[in-house]
């Protein structure tokens, strides 16, 4: 079974301050990647990763840096959190043997304050 | 560019009677469509992804259709359960692995 874990599953932040949030993969695969989830907006992808070392931006990368320090371990990083960054977070990963099935992490819900 | 729609936000049925869930997308090209489902409180997991070959993929009761002549991939089921109460993304791969979501659509089961 694929897995994937999330650090830590919920947050509470203050305003300016910095926030990451850790994800790690035990599928080997390839592709990781960071969404957010608001209601009425479903899931937006942030930022994802094909390899280690390297990180592209997704559909809404504005106020989130990523990092991929090894296949298995991918961040996000808020690095002045703000009220609008108040979202579930997921992590997911897949890769070309999964045909594009993404195996999600269970969440992280972050409350800015 | 690449879109996908899910017109109906939310959803509520009796137990029992049949479920449809409304997806079309934009694409200038799409190899599947998948539909994903997300339980209260759980992370979202895949039900359903749409094979080329035309056949139409089953899981749980669940089946959906891809009709490409009007882009469109609605998710059915002839009798709903009150398990079946949950979040469904209609979404499609793009680009390099990956994948557009759309909005999303609650299901709530009533007994």
């Known amino acids: 079974e694929a897995a994937v874990t999330q650090s830590p599953r919920s947050k509470v932040a203050v305003t300016g301050g910095k926030v990451t949030l850790s994800c790690h993969q035990t599928?080997?695969?390839?592709?990781m990647y960071w969404y957010r989830q608001d209601t009425g907006h479903g899931l937006r992808l942030i930022h994802y990763?094909?390899?280690?070392?390297?990180?592209e931006k997704g559909d809404i990368p504005d106020g989130y840096k990523a990092s991929r320090p090894s296949q298995e371990n991918f961040s996000l990083i808020l690095e002045l959190a703000s009220l609008s960054q108040t979202a579930v977070y997921f992590c997911?990963?897949?890769?070309?043997?999964?045909?594009?099935?993404?195996?999600f992490g269970p969440g992280t819900r972050l409350t800015v304050l | 560019g690449d879109s996908v729609t899910q017109t109906e936000g939310l959803v509520t049925l009796t137990e029992g009677l049949p479920v449809m869930l409304n997806c079309t997308y934009q694409?200038?090209?799409?190899?599947?469509l998948f539909w994903y489902v997300q339980h209260l409180n759980e992370a979202p997991k895949l039900l359903l992804k749409?094979?080329?070959?035309?056949k139409r993929p089953e899981h749980q009761g669940f089946h959906a259709t891809l009709h490409k002549s009007s882009s469109s991939f609605h998710l059915q089921k002839s009798s709903a359960q009150l398990s079946d109460s949950a979040l469904y993304y209609c979404?499609?791969?793009?680009?390099?692995?990956?994948?557009?979501f759309g909005a999303g659509t609650k299901l709530t089961i009533k007994p």
């Open positions: 979404a499609f791969p793009y680009g390099n692995e990956k994948i557009t």
């Open positions: 997911a990963s897949s890769d070309d043997r999964s045909s594009y099935e993404q195996y």
């Open positions: 599928n080997n695969h390839d592709y």
């Open positions: 990763s094909y390899v280690a070392d390297s990180t």
């Open positions: 749409s094979f080329t070959d035309n």
């Open positions: 694409s200038t090209y799409s190899p599947f």
